[in-house]
């Protein structure tokens, strides 16, 4: 297995490449699974397109020896490399999401990132800035786990609750509120930058 493989489907998706390698990734006792000490996401070493294709969809973050982007992943890219290198320079430093630190640099309005996390993962976008959310609905989910995987309870629909993400791949936090409070969970999307606000927003501060 080469080392030299390309780490995709981060918070970009296929838009572009992380600068980190394979190689430079933590081992783990599975050969084809790797610890990233960057965004702290598990990073799957695939040989096929249909490998990348099955563990993008299951939202892992891949490692692969292609640098083209899937057919079912082809929406043009919404800031330059050159843009997205110094965001993620910004990221090492404070640790925050790429979406987050691309707004705060004024690479990308929030809409715009917003949008384009809705085409690429096939959800809904909302704008936590116009959405009144009901007190009732927050106390559902606690203010450490909406912070742990940034996102945030919207609204609650019968025996459905919908809830904000700024990573609808992040099926560990999907599967933490829907242990926590029995209901079937239903994504949308907002940037990291939205949810993060929200959060500060709508829950006390301690």
């Known amino acids: 297995m080469a080392d030299d493989k390309l780490i995709r489907n981060c918070e970009l998706r296929f838009a572009f490449d992380c600068p980190t390698r394979w190689s430079a990734l933590k081992p783990s006792d599975a050969a084809t699974l790797r610890r990233c000490q960057v965004c702290s996401k598990n990073v ?7 490998d990348v294709e ?3 969809k299951a939202g892992e973050r891949v490692a692969t020896s292609s640098d083209a982007p899937p057919e079912w992943s082809n929406d043009p890219p919404p800031v330059s490399l050159a843009q997205l290198r110094k965001a993620q320079a910004a990221q090492q430093k404070d640790g925050r999401r790429i979406g987050y630190a691309l707004i705060k640099s004024g690479a990308i309005e929030e809409s715009q990132l917003t949008d384009f996390l809705s085409k690429q993962y096939g959800v809904p976008a909302i704008n936590l800035k ?3 959310i009901a007190p009732e609905v927050i106390k559902l989910v606690p203010r450490e786990l909406a912070m742990k995987h ?3 309870p919207v609204k609650l629909a019968g025996k459905t609750l919908i809830i904000a993400m700024s990573d609808p791949s992040n ?3 999907i599967d933490d509120v829907k242990l926590l409070t029995g209901f079937h969970i239903e994504v949308v999307v907002a940037a990291a930058v939205a949810v993060t606000d929200a959060i500060e927003r709508y829950y006390p501060s301690r």
Do not use: D
């Not at 799957?44 to 249909?50: I, M």
């Open 171 to 173: 099926v560990f936090g």
């Open 54 to 56: 099955s563990a993008s």
């Open 44 to 50: 799957r070493a695939c040989e096929t397109s249909k």
């Open 150 to 152: 940034n996102l945030i």
């Open 130 to 132: 116009e959405f009144a």
